[in-house]
Structure formats: C-alpha cells, structure tokens
C-alpha cells in the first residue's frame, strides 16, 4: 500500500465527524492527566491566575493538564451562559494569542456560540466594523486597552456584555451591572451554575453542519469577508491534515508526527484560521501541548524554554529567525565565514541527488560545527515545522532542511478552514506546496492565463479551484460574493481561490501569484511578483522587496535595506555612511552594492522578469505601520499608496537597462 493510500484510509481515536466542543470533550477523556497548556507569568495581569489557575513565575513557563483546561472551559461555558449567550449568538473574541484565548474559544462553542475572531492590533473602526457586520451581542478582550476601544464604539452595537482576560483597573470593577466582567467573574458565574448534564446536553444539541465561527478575511483586497465555517469544515480539516501527519503503522521511525507526545509553541494570531485550525484545534484533538510565547520578539527564548517538536508559522517569521540565527552565528570574523561555508555545503547537499562521500562529510562537519547550534538554540526538539499563509523563498527552505530543521511548506485559505495542500514527511518538495490533503479535491482553470505566457511551466496552470468537507459554504450576509467565489461544473462546486497554481505531474502544487497580483506588463508578458520578492528571502543586505510593473514596460521593485549589515558592509570597506536612513538609502555607494544584489538574484530569471530598476525606501514593511497584515502578507494598495512618488521615480529614467537607484531626496520624505 502507497503512504498516499494509507492515509487515505486512516482512521483512529483521534478522526471522527464531530462538533468541536465534542472533539474537546473526546481528547479530555483520552488525555486527561497530560499537559495541555504552558504559560508564561509576567507578561499578563491574568484575571484567572490565582483564583482559577496557578500563576506562573515571571518569565517562566507553567502547565495545566487537559482535565484541568476542561474544568476551566466547562465553567466559562456556563458563565457564558448565565450571561445570556444562547445557540447561534455570535461573540467576539479580541485580543493576542494566549492561554485564555483557548479557554474562551472552547468554551462558547460548547455554550453553543458562533466565535468571531478580531485581530490584536484592530483599529477602532476595524472593532467596530468586526462587531456590527456578525451582530455581535458579546466579546472577550483581552485587557482595558481593547475593552476601552470596544467602549468608544459601542454605542452603535447591540452588545450585552464585554469579558475582559485580565484584571482591570478601579473604574471598571464592580460594573457587571453594565454588562462589564473580568473573566475570573464569569468562571465564578460559572462555577456556582455548571451542572454536567446540562453541559453536555448543550453539546448533543449541537450539530456538525451548524455554524461555527465567522474568520473574517485580512481585507488586502477591500472590506473583509466574514468566512461562515461549519463544525463540519473545521473538524474535516483536522481530519485531513491529521491524516498525513499521524503516527500511522506505514510511517517508518524517523519519520516525525503529531501525537500526545507533540510540544507546540503557539504565537501566529489565533484570530486566523491558520493558526486556529492547525496550532489549537488539531494540536488539542491529538493530545499535543501547546505553549504560548510571549510574542514573536521572544521566540528564541520561548523555544529553548519550552523545547517544542512542532512549530507553525509563517514565511516572514522563518526569514526573521534566520536573520537571528545568521547574526548570532557571525559574531566574528572565522564564525561568519565558517557559516556561510555552512550554508553553501547545506545547499549542495540538499540539492544532490545522490551526495558522494566528500559531500557527505563536509555535511557532518557543517552540522558539528554550526547547525547542532542552532538546533540547539530552538530547544534541541523540534521534528516538523509548518509554513503557510505566503510562499517560502525555495533557498531559505533547503537552509533550514540542511540545518535539520525541516520545514513543510502548504497552502490554504480562510475559506478552506484552512489547510488545502502540505509536503509530506515522506517525500518533501521543497519549491512546491505540497500535495492535496486526503477527501480534498483540486482543478486548474487554464484559461485563466495564457499557456504561452510560462512555457516553462510543466502541468496544467491556471487558477486554482477547491471542494471539500472543509470548504465553506460562503460568505456572512454577502450572497452576491458568495456567488463570485464559486463556478459549478459537471463535477460539483468549486471553490475559486485566486490564486494562479502549476499542478505537475507528479500531483505536487506550485504557487505562481495571486491571480489579481499577477503584473502584466505592457509588453503583454506576465509577471509573478512572489518568486523575485522571494529571492531575496536569504540576503544578508535587502531585508524586504517589492516588486512592481503591471500596465509598465518593465519589472521594478522597492528595497528595504537590511541597515545593520550595510552598515557592517561599509565598515569593512572604509566607507562612512551617514547616520539618516533616508540619507543612507540615496547614497551612490549604497546602491551600487545594492544593484550587485540585484543582478545576482536578476541571474534565476527570465529578461522580463529581472529587475531593471530599483529605489530604496528607508521604512520597513510591518503590521504596526499598516503595510502588512496581521498574517504578515503584504498590503500591496497601501505600499503603492506610501510609495506612489518613488514607483513613478522608477518609469521616468527612459532606459530601463540601466542601473537601478534610489529614491531622489523628495521622494523619500
């Protein structure tokens, strides 16, 4: 039997057609003297800590077991419910991943609760707009600050009450008569109104085609979208995503897996899908524990604290840890060259089909030397590490393979619960996003793109359509964009993602572009953006790129300059940089060596894909300044947005061949 059949037909304790309070209640009773959560003491004012759950010491990391998480979740339920949360009300969770956000999430699903999702950094508006669309009648917040900008919108919400995590300051204790609580108070509500029978028959009540959670998407494209997610969605998708990573009788020993003895740390926005589906749902259904970082700036930290085997995240956090790791390793001189003759045997070795003796040696030299270090610096444990939400630059996945920290790559969507494809254990592609998970299938629309437009393409490309267990149904109160997400055929309903795919032949994926970010220059070629913004994923002196062209005659690109190591770079020259950034990115030398950047990433690509013009621009792309999302995708409207002047600086010089350059002194300002 092909590991493809296996796990197909896999089944154990842990798959089942289920709610999720039900799948919650099944891993209790299979794991219920096992950790289930870590968390960190002085970081929060938790309401619940001392009263409900033993507070951590600072800095420092303590665990809950699974029946105790359940005692926890069973009494929030009831809380809840004596608030007035009844079947198919929807409430608002707002806050940062954390223990609490699990709790509540399990606990108002098994209240019977629809769970809408706001990220962290929302803005007001943003608060208002994810509260009013679902007709929210409640919601969690983590501290006073969000509790504060629920307030300064509520008058226009028909809200019932606002829960806050942890404890608030004088002027809002003792308001429950205004609907305002800590969430210690609805535990005690709880508590003094749980009764078991009750609570489960809120549970037997239930059914899998109810609706679940509204996940509403990151709003790149517009107004967000409020995704309607069924038990049945979600609980599919840990099924299929379960299936290929399951400890299953096929699978040889040095193979990794999910099981009770997975440790995972928790940081990506429980408010997404992604992490909500694969780092909660399919960490607790498996009987994993899951730890919660402090946030993504102390991860290193967290890591060698916790010692996790799994890790999910997404690219741009996997480019910043290697930034860290590379910078630790380069602290002198000998250190940095014996890392980057490190890195280059990594890459020869994972790129040889049969690596000979001399290779294979060089290997274990690099791993005794440099990546057992870095392995060491992440905890020492870690066996399988997700990437999904945006592609992976292929370079940086085969650095981290040869480090011995594999990484599989997938795709989703909000709208497939979401995991649609991942790189098998067994046979990992690195360059591709995987195979189709098991019960999911896949077509591509070729007449999408013109087939001449990537004759190096092997397989079909187009766009990428979906159906599945785990596909939504569509969109809250939106039947008109319902309508647009979805084309029928002779084979059913398809989900239509956007996105331009090549399937090959072997079945493997291969992302291209997000079908409305594909550039289509005026020559009539088409441009992915993703793969040449990728490219520079690894570069020791660009830290972020843009590419731009659609409509113009050739491809351009903003650069955000790693500062720091230009710095170094010019130090080891003799060259004296100014102290401004801004000045620092219009400085001739600065874009000279830039440019030689440039050309040697222009080398992997076709004449009309390579970057013949280039600005440097002084401010990096971050969720804090709007340019990406809290998934850290790029907010291309707001990039072209803040950098209109130095887009059009690139199409004024009439030679696109020459060299590239930087934004003029107005043009940065």
């Not at 998480?69 to 198919?88: N, P, T």
């Not at 606990?107 to 007001?124: D, N, P, R």
């Not at 690219?315 to 910078?327: C, G, L, N, T």
């Not at 790189?423 to 098991?438: S, V, Y």
Request: aromatic content about 8%; hydrophobic content about 35%.
């Amino acid at each position: 039997m092909s590991w493809r059949q296996a796990e197909r037909e896999y089944t154990d304790d842990v798959t089942g057609m289920t709610t999720i309070p039900r799948l919650f209640a099944e891993t209790v009773e299979r794991n219920a003297d096992r950790p289930a959560q870590r968390y960190k003491g002085g970081i929060y004012d938790r309401s619940l800590a001392g009263p409900v759950v033993e507070a951590a010491p600072d800095g420092e990391f303590t665990e809950i077991t699974y029946d105790e998480m359940a005692k926890v979740v069973r009494r929030l339920a009831a809380g809840f419910h004596e608030l007035g949360v009844e079947a198919g009300d929807r409430v608002a969770i707002f806050g940062d991943t954390r223990m609490e956000w699990a709790q509540s999430d399990f606990a108002l699903l098994s209240a019977g609760a629809v769970v809408t999702t706001i990220y962290e950094s929302s803005s007001e508006a943003q608060v208002e707009y994810l509260l009013d669309d679902p007709d929210a009648t409640g919601v969690v917040v983590e501290n006073q600050d969000h509790l504060e900008r629920v307030l300064s919108v509520a008058d226009g919400l028909d809200l019932e009450f606002i829960v806050s995590m942890d404890e608030l300051d004088q002027e809002y204790q003792d308001r429950t008569d205004e609907g305002i609580y800590t969430l210690a108070e609805v535990h005690t509500l709880g508590e003094r109104a749980f009764d078991p029978d009750v609570f489960e028959g809120w549970i037997d009540e239930q059914e899998v085609d109810d609706l679940a959670t509204l996940i509403y998407t990151s709003g790149t494209t517009g107004q967000p979208k409020g995704v309607k997610l069924t038990h049945r969605n979600l609980r599919a998708n840990v099924n299929q995503t379960y299936r290929r990573y399951a400890p299953r009788p096929d699978k040889t020993a040095d193979l990794p897996t999910l099981d009770t003895d997975t440790d995972t740390v928790s940081f990506l926005p429980l408010a997404h899908v992604y992490e909500r589906t694969v780092g909660h749902f399919l960490m607790f259904a498996v009987g994993a524990t899951v730890a919660y970082a402090e946030s993504t700036d102390t991860l290193k930290d967290d890591f060698q604290a916790v010692r996790p085997t799994a890790s999910t995240s997404v690219p741009r956090v996997y480019e910043k840890m290697y930034d860290a790791i590379r910078e630790q390793a380069q602290e002198s001189d000998i250190k940095a060259r014996i890392f980057e003759w490190a890195t280059e045997v990594s890459k020869s070795y994972q790129q040889a089909q049969s690596p000979g003796i001399g290779l294979r040696t060089k290997m274990k030299i690099a791993d005794t030397l440099v990546f057992s270090d870095v392995r060491d610096a992440l905890g020492g444990n870690i066996e399988i590490m997700n990437s999904g939400g945006g592609t992976l630059s292929p370079d940086l996945c085969r650095l981290y393979h040869g480090m011995g920290l594999p990484i599989y790559e997938g795709y989703g969507l909000t709208e497939t619960s979401p995991v649609v494809s991942t790189n098998p254990a067994e046979d990992t592609k690195i360059g591709t996003i995987g195979l189709p998970l098991p019960d999911v299938e896949v077509k591509i629309d070729t007449s999408v793109v013109p087939r001449q437009q990537f004759d190096d393409a092997m397989g079909k490309i187009g766009e990428l359509l979906v159906q599945g267990p785990n596909v939504a149904e569509g969109y809250w109160e939106k039947p008109e964009a319902t309508e647009e997400a979805f084309v029928e055929d002779e084979d059913g309903r398809w989900f239509r993602t956007g996105d331009i795919v090549q399937q090959r032949p072997d079945d493997y994926l291969v992302f291209r572009e997000r079908a409305k970010q594909l550039l289509v220059l005026s020559t009539g070629k088409n441009v992915a953006p993703a793969p040449i913004e990728d490219a520079f994923a690894s570069n020791q002196l660009v830290e972020q790129c843009f590419v731009v062209g659609d409509g113009r005659k050739f491809v351009g690109a903003l650069l955000v300059p790693n500062v720091e190591r230009v710095r170094e770079w010019a130090d080891g020259e003799g060259i004296d940089l100014p102290d401004d950034t801004g000045e620092l990115c219009r400085d001739e030398r600065v874009v000279e060596r830039i440019q030689r950047e440039v050309d040697a990433v222009n080398e992997d690509f076709e004449h009309h894909e390579q970057i013949k013009q280039f600005r440097l621009v002084p401010i990096e792309f971050t969720e804090d300044n709007d340019l990406l999302t809290p998934t850290m995708k790029k907010k291309r409207r707001n990039i072209f947005d803040m950098y209109a002047d130095e887009i059009e600086s690139i199409y004024a010089d009439p030679d696109p061949d020459a060299s590239g350059g930087a934004a003029t002194p107005a043009e940065s300002e």
